[in-house]
């Protein structure tokens, strides 16, 4: 099986997570995927292969050096976002892209003026889906370059390389996949996340996180007769997000800006519920608007009542420059394989979070390699067959790099 046909057979399986399950994984389709994968890592003819009761699948390359090196890992998740449907997904193939708008189906179009991030890869073949779901490239190309990796290094035993641990996880989609992650039984010095965008992505840092969950709670009067009694909780819950500043949201932010996002609203007149995500590069920012938050929930309370406004604030993962910042071999291998590789590398922080970046917090250092795919989370979501092959290439060399530290 090559890595493409391997890539499209994984986006056959339905593995989208959900937020509001209480199970891990968190969807019944994520633990039929890892059931598949486990199985197929043993007739690949990997040894220690084990899939453990949250679906967290382990396996190991053994290593055909003598010498001693490093042991490495790389990881991918194999859940798809809950944002855009992963159900019955048909992906195809268009060869030899010519550079004009993609037809997904008949009224679906993938346009050059809306994603001009197509143009990058003219004469590449690109896969894409029928416009109705996403494709899923986030993350079955990094699972599937992973992989192939694994696959061709056990193929040249001539190639040499030190053990090499892989990983596949569920639910990071939604913020957990690294919980329950097992970095003892992993045993690697350090590794990579295979997570990220376009050709070239190297990812060392990340925003900071938190959550705001914030109930508000009114007090219903007949209509007619409420003045000076009623407290409408929804209204007062739209009340508290005016207080956020209206150009510090993701849609008027890039780089490394921070933002404060309204995820739901919800609510009647005796209750509200709101969620907020806070996001920051910056430790001293990201402080700043957590408290900016506290402040607008206090300053509602002095209006309406105390104890109208309840929050539950935390954080959800930290920037893992810090880290990496301590382990500069980790990103300078990194860096080299994709140079060795004819890739020009791209160092971005990320606009998010990955695995790797709480991982990196329990004595894994784990940076973010590109896997390939591009407009994540929607129907026209696509990756280049030519990139996949590349990251898987770039995986091979890291292996073979690694190898060589005395």
Same mark, same amino acid.
């Given at each position: 099986?090559?890595?493409?046909?391997?890539?499209?057979? #994984?986006?056959?399986?339905?593995?989208?997570?959900?937020?509001?399950?209480?199970?891990?994984?968190?969807?019944?389709?994520?633990?039929?995927?890892?059931?598949?994968? +486990?199985?197929?890592?043993?007739?690949?003819?990997? @040894?220690?292969?084990?899939?453990?009761?949250?679906? #967290?699948?382990?396996?190991?390359?053994?290593?055909?050096?003598?010498?001693? %090196?490093?042991?490495?890992? $790389?990881?991918?998740?194999?859940?798809?976002? *809950?944002?855009?449907?992963?159900?019955?997904?048909?992906?195809?193939?268009?060869?030899?892209?010519?550079?004009?708008?993609?037809?997904?189906?008949?009224?679906?179009?993938?346009?050059?003026?809306? #994603?001009?991030?197509?143009?990058?890869? +003219?004469?590449?073949?690109?896969?894409?889906?029928?416009?109705?779901?996403?494709?899923?490239?986030?993350? +079955?190309?990094?699972?599937?370059?992973?992989?192939?990796?694994? %696959?061709?290094?056990?193929?040249?035993?001539?190639?040499?390389?030190?053990? =090499?641990?892989?990983? $596949?996880?569920?639910?990071?989609?939604?913020?957990?996949?690294?919980?329950?992650?097992?970095?003892? +039984?992993?045993?690697?010095?350090?590794?990579?996340?295979?997570?990220?965008?376009?050709?070239?992505?190297? !990812?060392?840092?990340?925003?900071? &996180?938190?959550?705001?969950?914030?109930?508000?709670?009114?007090?219903?009067?007949?209509?007619?007769?409420?003045?000076?009694?009623?407290?409408?909780?929804?209204?007062?819950?739209? !009340?508290?997000?005016?207080?956020?500043?209206?150009?510090?949201?993701?849609?008027?932010? !890039?780089?490394?800006?921070? $933002?404060?996002?309204?995820?739901?609203?919800?609510?009647? =007149?005796?209750?509200?519920?709101?969620?907020?995500?806070? /996001?920051?590069?910056?430790?001293? /920012?990201?402080?700043? /608007?957590?408290?900016?938050?506290?402040?607008?929930?206090?300053?509602?309370?002095?209006?309406?009542?105390?104890?109208?406004?309840?929050?539950?604030?935390?954080?959800?993962?930290?920037?893992? /420059?810090?880290?990496?910042?301590?382990?500069?071999?980790?990103?300078?291998?990194?860096?080299?394989?994709?140079?060795?590789?004819?890739?020009? *590398?791209?160092?971005? *922080?990320?606009?998010?979070?990955?695995?790797?970046?709480?991982?990196?917090?329990?004595?894994? @250092?784990?940076?973010?390699?590109? &896997?390939?795919?591009?407009?994540?989370?929607?129907?026209?979501?696509?990756?280049? %067959?030519?990139?996949?092959?590349?990251?898987?290439?770039?995986? %091979?060399?890291?292996?073979?790099?690694?190898?060589?530290?005395?």
């Amino acid at each position: 099986m090559n890595l493409t046909e391997r890539f499209l057979r #994984y986006t056959t399986f339905n593995t989208q997570s959900s937020e509001d399950s209480n199970t891990m994984p968190s969807t019944e389709g994520q633990l039929k995927f890892a059931d598949y994968l +486990k199985n197929e890592l043993l007739e690949e003819g990997f @040894p220690d292969v084990v899939m453990d009761a949250k679906g #967290y699948i382990y396996a190991t390359l053994p290593s055909n050096t003598v010498d001693d %090196v490093p042991t490495i890992g $790389f990881i991918a998740h194999y859940d798809t976002s *809950p944002d855009c449907s992963g159900k019955d997904v048909k992906a195809h193939i268009v060869e030899n892209y010519d550079g004009s708008d993609i037809v997904l189906s008949d009224d679906i179009v993938t346009d050059i003026a809306t #994603y001009p991030e197509l143009l990058a890869h +003219k004469g590449e073949d690109l896969i894409v889906t029928d416009g109705h779901t996403l494709l899923g490239a986030d993350d +079955k190309a990094g699972i599937a370059e992973i992989v192939q990796a694994m %696959v061709w290094l056990k193929e040249h035993p001539d190639v040499k390389h030190g053990t =090499v641990r892989i990983a $596949f996880n569920p639910d990071e989609e939604i913020g957990i996949g690294a919980h329950h992650f097992d970095v003892d +039984k992993f045993a690697c010095q350090w590794a990579y996340t295979i997570d990220g965008g376009d050709l070239g992505e190297f !990812e060392y840092e990340n925003f900071n &996180a938190a959550s705001a969950k914030i109930l508000i709670s009114g007090k219903s009067v007949h209509p007619g007769y409420a003045k000076g009694k009623m407290k409408n909780a929804t209204l007062i819950a739209t !009340e508290l997000v005016s207080l956020l500043p209206r150009a510090e949201t993701p849609e008027f932010t !890039e780089g490394y800006e921070g $933002f404060y996002h309204l995820v739901s609203l919800s609510g009647n =007149v005796e209750k509200a519920s709101l969620s907020l995500i806070i /996001r920051d590069h910056d430790n001293d /920012r990201f402080s700043f /608007r957590k408290a900016f938050v506290q402040r607008c929930v206090e300053m509602i309370n002095a209006r309406y009542g105390e104890g109208t406004a309840q929050m539950n604030l935390s954080d959800t993962y930290y920037n893992m /420059r810090m880290i990496m910042e301590d382990n500069r071999h980790v990103t300078d291998i990194a860096l080299r394989a994709m140079e060795e590789c004819g890739v020009s *590398p791209k160092v971005q *922080p990320i606009r998010g979070g990955t695995d790797g970046a709480q991982l990196s917090f329990r004595s894994l @250092p784990c940076p973010n390699i590109f &896997a390939g795919g591009v407009n994540f989370h929607g129907p026209h979501e696509f990756v280049s %067959v030519q990139t996949m092959q590349k990251a898987m290439e770039v995986i %091979v060399k890291i292996c073979t790099l690694t190898a060589s530290i005395k």
